[in-house]
């Protein structure tokens, strides 16, 4: 079946360090792919996404690039605020049929001053 | 508003008891979807509404759990016979077809 797997955190970063948060997914077919983000307090929304292999999303300094020979999404900022601090999701969706996300398990990112 | 509404915020209940969760989706939006969020576990897919066709149902949990979607727009989340394992937060998200997914602040339930 379609799962992601992303790291685990949590994970801790000091003020403008570099930022990676893997992903890597199993699907049938090319999914579209998605990092979705869950601030203290608010609710999930969507940072960025990518459809097709190669594809770079970005968004707010983030970004990530559909790997299809490595099935992976990885997240990356080259440097981190305060404000970053957040719950990372990995998701993907499947062309066709039932077009439901499947995500990761998040990943929560401490940044500190 | 203009977001995906969700009530009530939080729901308290004894084990046993039933429990129904509302979701206003985004007006027009054909596509709305409830998922669980538990700690630790991150965001399990419950069920999927698309326009008229018949719902994905593959991610409820048991028989206990139904939900519908009245006039193509509100959807009820009902949880019979509530158990322990059944505290998260449920969370409802619309979309149009082909664009983003937009998420309510979630219900968060908790079985006493």
């Known amino acids: 079946g379609n799962s992601v797997t992303q790291m685990e955190g949590p994970v801790t970063l000091s003020e403008e360090a570099f930022l990676t948060i893997n992903c890597t997914y199993t699907?049938?077919?090319?999914?579209?792919l998605f990092w979705y983000v869950q601030y203290p307090g608010e609710g999930l929304q969507l940072l960025l996404k990518a459809t097709k292999a190669d594809d770079k999303g970005s968004n707010k300094g983030f970004e990530a690039t559909y790997r299809k020979e490595t099935t992976s999404f990885h997240l990356e900022k080259g440097s981190v605020q305060v404000s970053d601090s957040a719950v990372y999701f990995c998701a993907l969706r499947t062309q066709g049929g039932s077009e439901k996300l499947v995500f990761g398990k998040g990943t929560k990112l401490t940044v500190n001053p | 508003g203009a977001g995906v509404s969700q009530s009530p915020s939080n729901k308290v209940t004894e084990k046993g008891k039933d429990v129904e969760l509302r979701c206003d989706p985004i007006s027009g939006h054909t596509a709305l979807y409830w998922y669980r969020q538990s700690l630790g576990q991150g965001l399990e897919f419950l069920i999927y509404?698309?326009?008229?066709?018949?719902?994905?149902k593959s991610g409820l949990p048991s028989d206990r759990f139904s939900a519908e979607r009245t006039g193509g727009s509100v959807s009820t989340l009902t949880i019979q016979r509530t158990q322990q394992e059944d505290s998260a937060v449920y969370l409802c998200?619309?979309?149009?077809?082909?664009?983003?997914?937009?998420f309510g602040s979630g219900t968060q339930l908790s079985v006493l």
């Open positions: 998200a619309s979309r149009f077809v082909g664009e983003k997914l937009f």
């Open positions: 509404f698309q326009g008229n066709s018949a719902p994905d």
């Open positions: 699907a049938t077919g090319y999914p579209s």
